[in-house]
């Protein structure tokens, strides 16, 4: 079992930054591949960015590539959101989640626990 717990949302300017943690509660930390995903206003929620166990790979939504950057640091169980050059668009609730089999998949389905999500709002 995993509990996960994002921080860092707020309201930042179009074209600010945000970073966005995410802790993870348990000793198994680096057992899992961990998602970030997001819940735009009146949307569907969307795959965002997903890193793996050792952090050798990465995989992004075309929409934040070259934007956002996902890292993990495994001694301080928490994976991180760095987010540049904010867009309205990127506007959303902010959920970490966890995988405990396959790679840095896209479907959120594969993800095991999800945390309870950070309120993320940019303004033009």
């Known amino acids: 079992q995993v509990q996960l717990a994002e921080s860092g949302g707020g309201l930042v300017q179009a074209g600010g930054s945000l970073r966005l943690s995410c802790v993870a509660s348990?000793?198994?930390?680096?057992?899992?591949?961990m998602g970030w995903f997001r819940r735009p206003p009146g949307k569907e929620r969307e795959f965002v960015a997903a890193i793996s166990r050792t952090d050798d790979s990465t995989n992004y939504a075309d929409s934040v590539k070259g934007r956002f950057t996902i890292s993990r640091d495994n001694a301080k169980n928490t994976v991180y959101l760095q987010m540049n050059s904010l867009k309205p668009e990127d506007a959303g609730v902010y959920y970490c989640?966890?995988?405990?089999?396959?790679?840095?998949?896209?479907?959120?389905?594969?993800?095991?626990?999800w945390g309870p999500g950070t309120q993320v709002t940019v303004s033009s």
């Open positions: 989640a966890a995988a405990l089999y396959g790679g840095v998949t896209l479907r959120g389905d594969r993800y095991d626990y």
């Open positions: 348990g000793r198994t930390f680096g057992y899992y591949v």
